[in-house]
């Protein structure tokens, strides 16, 4: 149980075209998802915070205009990055939280993206 | 700011030896406590959560800990090189306007060797 699934698990796209990222719990209902960038040799660092129905909450640094969260249903959220720079290449992975396991969180398999 | 701190290693072990993961937090409040395991290039995968003091036992792996002192640990036994992957801690913390955060520290990379 408690899978997440991400589609695509990899994306090349050109300066100043839009990319768009999907997330998918596959055996629960998540209330929350989370998006999450993570560099080379970095931790990972969230991005901002989905709930079902309502607005993200973007943390601190994160540009809400250019990566636009929509969390639609209990099964789907997406992550639209929008005039994507090379600076913007990085894994971005989203996590769902299980309505009936409160607290844990599960990460999907994650989506590299690569901006020439 | 509520912080997860970790020893960035390489920790190194030889197969078959119990390699010892520690963690620190800041946020004396905090009630749910994590670990995942991520190899290199992929995402990170659950494989323990621990709320209670004291250990919790699942297979080769053991989470301990001590909310007094703000501590946590993760022990694997018999550790095999299949286990070479970088361990993250991750801590809820609780936020002061309502809600809370999953806050990761930065990960040890641990390293079974033959």
């Known amino acids: 149980g408690a899978v997440v699934s991400q589609h695509p698990s990899r994306v090349i796209c050109k300066s100043g075209t839009s990319v768009k990222i999907e997330c998918r719990s596959l055996?629960?209902?998540?209330?929350?998802m989370f998006w999450y960038r993570q560099f080379p040799k970095q931790s990972l660092m969230l991005m901002a915070t989905?709930?079902?129905?309502?607005?993200?909450?973007?943390e601190q640094g994160v540009e809400k205009d250019k990566f636009l969260i929509n969390h639609a249903s209990l099964t789907l959220s997406t992550l639209t990055v929008t005039s994507a720079h090379p600076e913007d290449s990085s894994f971005y992975i989203c996590s769902a939280r299980d309505l009936q396991l409160a607290y844990e969180q599960y990460f999907g398999p994650g989506t590299r993206l690569t901006v020439t | 700011q509520k912080e997860v701190e970790q020893n960035s290693g390489p920790l190194s072990v030889p197969e078959g030896a119990i390699a010892s993961l520690n963690c620190t937090y800041s946020d004396r409040g905090s009630q749910s406590f994590f670990w995942y395991r991520q190899y290199s290039g992929k995402s990170p995968e659950l494989i323990m959560s621990?709320?209670?003091?004291g250990d919790k036992e699942d297979g080769r792996f053991t989470a301990q800990l001590n909310k007094a002192s703000q501590y946590v640990s993760l022990l694997i036994r018999d550790s095999q090189p299949s286990d070479s992957a970088t361990y993250l801690c991750a801590v809820e913390f609780i936020l002061t306007g309502g809600g809370n955060k999953l806050t990761f520290g930065t990960g040890t990379q641990l390293k079974v060797e033959l």
């Open positions: 621990i709320y209670s003091n």
């Open positions: 055996d629960f209902q998540a209330t929350t």
């Open positions: 989905s709930n079902e129905g309502s607005k993200a909450t973007y």
